[in-house]
């Protein structure tokens, strides 16, 4: 399976990579079938999670499609806006996504948007 198959090599790579950093804090942007693959325990640094939902009915709900689209737009916010940080993170707001701390953590970032 894909977690057999990665093993450690995933989260060794996140280690070296983050290596040379002051920060070496991992925000993934990976859908629920892949995060599996870092192993958070094993890592150098702090380990952040992106979920992005939207509200439907009044309760915030992942939408799989809308949540993909998202993660790309925050990988893109992250590059233009040079994040180094979690609270640069927390400035995420396109698209009509504003951060959403009382259903945050430290290792939880939960982004939401109205539904248009």
Known sequence: ????????????????LTASHENRTVVSLASKE?????????????FVTCHFKEMRDSVPRT?????????????RFMVRNRVETEDDLRGFGED??????ELSSDEELVFVRDRN
Do not use: H
């Open 1 to 16: 399976n894909l977690y057999y198959f990665w093993g450690s090599r995933l989260t060794d790579a996140c280690n070296e």
């Open 34 to 46: 892949y995060i599996g693959a870092i192993q958070p325990q094993d890592l150098a640094g702090p």
């Open 63 to 75: 939408i799989g499609l809308v949540a993909k689209k998202a993660r790309g737009r925050m990988a």
């Open 96 to 101: 009509g996504y504003a951060f959403e701390p």
